[in-house]
């Protein structure tokens, strides 16, 4: 089995700064890509950022410029560091990961962006 456990989430301020972290553990085969996704009430879920093990990155075009991906292979983990933040940010965060076992989710972690 594999875990996704995610952290970082929170409440902050327009114009503020977090940065989640997901760390992968468990019988992992392979890992060929890891991202993020936001779901906000109402509304169906979105890729937000994405990282093969080669080091590509992909972000929606809401988040360019404003959000940075990032992996340390070597401990399974991700990262989103999130700047600039707006109150259409606000969402749960998910973890996904891609490996030849199969995609994994993490459990989800709420960003809530308000003044």
């Known amino acids: 089995q594999v875990q996704l456990v995610e952290s970082g989430g929170g409440l902050v301020q327009p114009g503020g700064s977090l940065r989640l972290s997901c760390a992968a553990s468990g019988s992992i085969r392979s890992i060929y890509f890891m991202g993020w996704y936001r779901q906000a009430p109402g509304k169906q879920r979105e890729a937000v950022a994405g990282?093969?093990?080669?080091?590509?990155?992909n972000y929606v075009d809401s988040v360019k410029g404003r959000f940075t991906i990032s992996r340390d292979n070597a401990n399974n983990t991700v990262y989103l560091q999130m700047n600039s933040l707006k109150p259409e940010d606000t969402a749960v965060y998910y973890c996904?990961?891609?490996?030849?076992?199969?995609?994994?989710w993490g459990q989800g972690t709420q960003v809530t962006v308000s003044s």
């Open positions: 990282i093969t093990t080669g080091g590509s990155k």
């Open positions: 996904n990961l891609g490996t030849l076992s199969g995609t994994f």
